[in-house]
């Protein structure tokens, strides 16, 4: 009973990621979360994705813990700062079940009810003559991340079957891709896209040299900009920084566009801000939660090396470190970065190492990368909108490889 309940609420979860204005998507982590004790139970086995993820779990809640343990009874906690929780928790418990399904149909139907739906509030979007698409999201950039993932599963689909069908269905989610003007969605995409091509072609250094290429460009920025946030930006303990921020473009650029300025605010405002948490707290960080808690007001318990964030007033909010990556060294220094990036390592290997339905997996490959490539400009990796969508899909593979390999056993034991 408790299998096919975490199973259905998946599923019905994972048609909800068309929309974060009605709460659907979050219902199987809500279901998750009461089930992984007992599901955890006797067991001898952790799969390695599970471990890893029990042991960032863990350390993001002593983080919090350590931090402010009031946040764990907030709700915009769970909407924002620790978002993380509601994104991840499935994937605790859908790799210990295994169910015989048809899951090239069930991916299948939801890309063409996904495809319809969105037409349809498309076609309002346009006889309304808004200028920006954002579906049935609250902003663009949720909007843009989650048609991002979809259009990828299209492509994917295309590029098995050249139908006449697959490729409407295919421009259709582009142009509500493009439509959002959500940059970092189509860059993940295109991205996505070509680290399938390196894997196809085995020529997989070229990923790494791509990643590493992208984190370098961003370093070099840093270098120029940290100094300018520490001298205009965050220049006193009762300093606003973002009428900080505002004065400092207006003098140094002037007017300049929305999209301009949203560059902008991640060269001198955001990115600053979690490698200032960083350079206080390098090893735990400042504490789960504690990036947009402005302005900072550090506790240099051991300088250079351990630091909190003792800003009194609490903010759940999206002003976020936008950058994944960044984000999890401020808050949770080396260690919370080196346990999520063992984490996704194994989500890596485990989707390399089993194709039991090639089209589905190569739609998670494309979006483990296109996810990743996300997060060097957005905090995607833990947004509900833009994670839930892959960690639903990696979930319910998982479930499925789970029967197909404990099938594989069962042949081998009755041949033997």
């Known amino acids: 009973m408790q299998r096919q309940l975490i199973i259905a609420a998946s599923v019905l979860g994972l048609f909800g990621t068309m929309t974060n204005i009605l709460f659907i998507s979050p219902l199987p982590s809500l279901i998750a979360a009461f089930l992984f004790p007992f599901i955890l139970v006797n067991r001898k086995y952790l799969p390695k994705t599970v471990f890893w993820l029990l042991l960032f779990f863990l350390f993001a809640g002593f983080s919090t813990l350590l931090y402010h343990p009031a946040s764990f009874l907030q709700f915009r906690f769970y909407r924002y700062d620790g978002n993380f929780f509601i994104s991840y928790l ?17 991916f299948r139907y939801f890309l063409y009810v996904s495809t319809v739906v969105n037409l349809f509030v498309y076609s309002i979007n346009v006889l309304q003559n808004r ?11 949720g909007a843009g991340g989650f048609y991002s993932i979809v259009t990828s599963l299209a492509f994917i689909y295309f590029m098995e079957k050249k139908s006449y069908k697959n490729l409407i269905i295919l ?22 896209l070509t680290c399938l091509f390196f894997i196809n072609i085995q020529k997989t250094y070229l990923i790494r040299w791509l990643l590493v290429g992208l984190a370098v460009i961003q370093i070099y920025i840093l270098a120029d900009t940290y100094p300018e946030y520490k001298k205009y930006i965050m220049n006193s303990r009762n300093a606003d920084i973002y009428e900080n921020y505002e004065t400092f473009v207006h003098k140094r650029y002037g007017f ?7 560059v902008l605010i991640r060269m001198y405002e955001t990115w600053p801000r979690a490698v200032d948490c ?9 504490g ?50 080196f346990l999520f990036y063992m984490f996704w390592r194994s989500v890596y290997k485990f989707l390399r190492q089993n194709a039991q339905e090639p089209t589905i997996r190569d739609f998670l490959l494309v979006s483990f990368f296109n996810l990743t490539v996300m997060s060097f ?30 099938s594989v056993r069962n042949i081998s034991e009755t041949a033997y």
């Not at 960083?278 to 400042?286: D, E, Q, R, Y």
């Not at 903010?315 to 970065?337: C, K, M, P, R, T």
């Not at 400009?377 to 899909?393: D, G, K, M, Q």
Request: hydrophobic share 40%; proline share 5%; no cysteine.
């Open 90 to 106: 499935p994937l605790l418990v859908l790799p210990f079940l295994s169910i015989k399904y048809n899951v090239d149909k069930l």
């Open 131 to 141: 200028s920006t698409f954002s579906g049935l999201f609250l902003s663009t950039n």
């Open 171 to 192: 421009i259709l989610n582009a142009l509500f891709l493009y439509a959002t003007y959500s940059r970092g969605s189509i860059l993940g995409l295109v991205v996505g």
């Open 256 to 262: 300049v566009s929305t999209k301009y300025n949203n």
């Open 278 to 286: 960083f350079f206080h707290s390098p090893i735990l960080g400042t």
């Open 288 to 337: 789960f939660g504690s990036l947009n808690d402005v302005p900072f007001i550090f506790n240099d318990a051991v300088p250079g090396v351990f630091s909190t964030n003792k800003q009194k007033e609490k903010v759940y909010n999206d002003s976020h470190a936008h950058h994944s990556f960044l984000h999890f060294l401020g808050e949770q220094g080396l260690i919370g970065l």
């Open 377 to 406: 400009t957005e905090h995607r990796i833990t947004t509900p909108s833009n994670a839930l969508p892959f960690v639903l899909t990696l979930s319910l593979y998982y479930v499925y490889v789970n029967y197909q390999n404990k």
